[in-house]
C-alpha cells in the first residue's frame, strides 16, 4: 500500500473518530463524567407515560426508541420496536417528558446588596440541567463573555449544560438597577452595543427599562438586521408601543405593564407603584386587557411567564424547598431566609400572583404564544434545578393542562428560538432531549421534581449526582 493510500484511510478513519467524540463525554473532567449514567448507547424506554411536548395528552404504556442520541421511534410497547442490542430503561411508573426550554434563564444570582449580582455559570448550567433544561436563553447577561465561553463549552462537549442562546449585556438607559449595567445614551451607543456583542457570539439582545422609542427602534433594526431576536423587560414604553415597533418578545407577561397607568408620559418610567396599582385594578377579563393582546396577537409578539420569581414575593405562598436551597453558600440561604419571613409575615394579602395567572391563560387561550422562564433574581429563592420544575408546576395552578404546561415549557421555547424541528417535544427524527420522572405528575403535579434522569443528545444524566455535588456552591462558583 502506497502512502498515498495510507493517507486516505487515515483521513476517513480520523474522520469518523471525530465525528463520534463529538457527541461522547470523553472531552468531559472526571467530574463531571460521574454525573453520566447513560453515555450515548442506543437506549429504549419502554412502558413509560409520555407527555410528548405537542400539548398532546399523557399516552400510557409507551416505548421510545433512541439511537445515536436521536430519537428514532415513538410507539405503544406492545409494538415489537428493536431487535438489537440496546440498552433498556423500564419505565414503569414513570413519566417521560422533552427537556425544558426556558427562556429566561440568567447565569446570575441577587447578593444580599440590592442591584449587586454575581456571575456563578459553573454551578447554574449543571443545575439548569439537572432541572430538565437542556435548552434555555439567558434574557440579559452581566458577564457576557463568560456566557458566551461557557455557550461554547458546552456546545463542544467540553462539559454538561443546556445548549444557551446567549442574550447580550441589558440595554438600558440611565437610570441602571444593578450596577454591572451599562448607562447607553442616544441611539448610536444602542446600535454600537447591539453591532459589537452580535460580533463577539450572542444570539440575542433584551432591552430594559428605561430606553426611549428611539433607542428601542434603534435596538430591534439593528438585532432583527443580524437576524437576531429582541426580548424586554419594559416600563419606559408600553407593551402596545414596543409591537408596534417590532420587538419578538416580552419578560414577565403582563406583571410589569405600564399600559394602564393613568397619564402615562413617554419615554418615562413610571414608579412601580403606581403600575402596581394600575395592575391590581385592573379586570383581568375585561376589554382593555383584552384589546392589548389582539394587538400582541396581532403584532406575533411571545409572551414570557415567569411565575417563580412573582411567587417568591407574595405571602402566603411556600417556600423554595430544601433540597434547593441546600444549593446555596449560608449567606445567601440566610438572606433568602430572613426576607422570605419578612414578605410571609407582611399584613399584605395579594392577589397579584392569581391574577396574573388569569391574565397569562386568557391570553394564550385568545391565541397568544406563551413561553416559560424562571428569572433567577429578586432576592433569591429562585434557584436553578427546581425554577424550571416550579415553573411548570404554576401553570398548572394558572389553569393549564399539565400537557399545555409542558408544551408552553418545550415546544413553544423551541420554535420561538427556530429550533422546533430539532428539539422541543418527543417525536421521531428530533434529538434526544428528554426528561425521566419517577412517578406520576399527571395526578400529583408535586412529582415533577422527582426528576431522575435528564438525556441530552441521547447522554443521560442522573440529577440527584449533580444535585449533590453543587450543594453549597451556590454563591461560590
Ligand atoms: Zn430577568
Redesign the pocket.
Known amino acids: 500500500m502506497n502512502i498515498r493510500m495510507l493517507h486516505f484511510i487515515c483521513l476517513l478513519f480520523c474522520f469518523t473518530v471525530e465525528a463520534s467524540a463529538s457527541s461522547d463525554i470523553d472531552k468531559m473532567s472526571e467530574e463531571d463524567r460521574a454525573h453520566v449514567i447513560f453515555s450515548g448507547y442506543d437506549i429504549l424506554i419502554e412502558n413509560v407515560q409520555l407527555i410528548d411536548g405537542t400539548g398532546a395528552a399523557p399516552r400510557q404504556n409507551m416505548s421510545v426508541l433512541v439511537r445515536n442520541g436521536i430519537i428514532e421511534k415513538v410507539q405503544p410497547s406492545d409494538e415489537v420496536l428493536t431487535q438489537d442490542y440496546v440498552q433498556k430503561i423500564d419505565g414503569t411508573g414513570k413519566t417521560l417528558l422533552p427537556g425544558f426550554v426556558m427562556v429566561?434563564e440568567?447565569m446570575f444570582y441577587p447578593a444580599p446588596k440590592l442591584g449587586e449580582l454575581n456571575a456563578y455559570p459553573y454551578s447554574f448550567s449543571r443545575l439548569y440541567l439537572a432541572g430538565g433544561s437542556t435548552t434555555v436563553r439567558t434574557?440579559?447577561s452581566i458577564a457576557p463573555y463568560g456566557d458566551i465561553n461557557l455557550a461554547k463549552a458546552i456546545a463542544a462537549g467540553k462539559q454538561p449544560g443546556p445548549d444557551i442562546d446567549v442574550t447580550g449585556p441589558y440595554l438600558e438607559a440611565s437610570p441602571v438597577i444593578a450596577i454591572k449595567q451599562a448607562e447607553l445614551e442616544g441611539v448610536e451607543s444602542i446600535a454600537r452595543t447591539v453591532d459589537y456583542w452580535a460580533g463577539a457570539g450572542v444570539t440575542s439582545f433584551?432591552v430594559y427599562n428605561n430606553l426611549s422609542h428611539a433607542q428601542l427602534r434603534t435596538a430591534i433594526n439593528t438585532a432583527h438586521s443580524r437576524g437576531m431576536k429582541v426580548t424586554g423587560?419594559l416600563c419606559s414604553i408600553t407593551y402596545a408601543d414596543a409591537a408596534k415597533l417590532g420587538i419578538d418578545n416580552i419578560?414577565?407577561s403582563f406583571a410589569v405593564a405600564p399600559d394602564f397607568v393613568a397619564n402615562k408620559q413617554a419615554d418615562t418610567c413610571p414608579d412601580p407603584r403606581e403600575v402596581f396599582s394600575s395592575l391590581a385594578t385592573l379586570d383581568p377579563d375585561g376589554d382593555e386587557l383584552g384589546t392589548l393582546i389582539k394587538l400582541l396577537i396581532e403584532k406575533n409578539v411571545a409572551l414570557t411567564s415567569?411565575l417563580p420569581?412573582f411567587e417568591a414575593s407574595t405571602p402566603g405562598r411556600p417556600k423554595t424547598p430544601d433540597y434547593a436551597l441546600d444549593l446555596l453558600i449560608p449567606e445567601l440561604r440566610q438572606s433568602y431566609e430572613r426576607i422570605w419571613q419578612r414578605i410571609h409575615n407582611s399584613a399584605l394579602s395579594s392577589n397579584y400572583l392569581s391574577k396574573l395567572m388569569r391574565m397569562e391563560k386568557r391570553f394564550v387561550e385568545m391565541g397568544g404564544t406563551l413561553l416559560a422562564?424562571t428569572?433567577?433574581?429578586g432576592y433569591g429563592g429562585v434557584i436553578p434545578g427546581w425554577s424550571a420544575v416550579r415553573e411548570v408546576q404554576l401553570l398548572i395552578e394558572a389553569g393549564f393542562s399539565i400537557s399545555e404546561a409542558v408544551k408552553i415549557s418545550t415546544l413553544n421555547g423551541a420554535r420561538f428560538l427556530d429550533k422546533g424541528r430539532s428539539i422541543g417535544s418527543v417525536e421521531p427524527g428530533k434529538r434526544a432531549d428528554l426528561i425521566l420522572i419517577d412517578g406520576n405528575p399527571v395526578h400529583d403535579p408535586r412529582q415533577l421534581v422527582n426528576i431522575e434522569y435528564v438525556f441530552k443528545e441521547g447522554i443521560g444524566f442522573s440529577a440527584k449526582s449533580i444535585f449533590e455535588a453543587m450543594k453549597g456552591k451556590v454563591g461560590l462558583y
Open positions: 429566561h440568567h434574557a440579559g433584551k423587560h419578560e414577565h415567569t420569581i422562564g428569572d433567577p433574581t
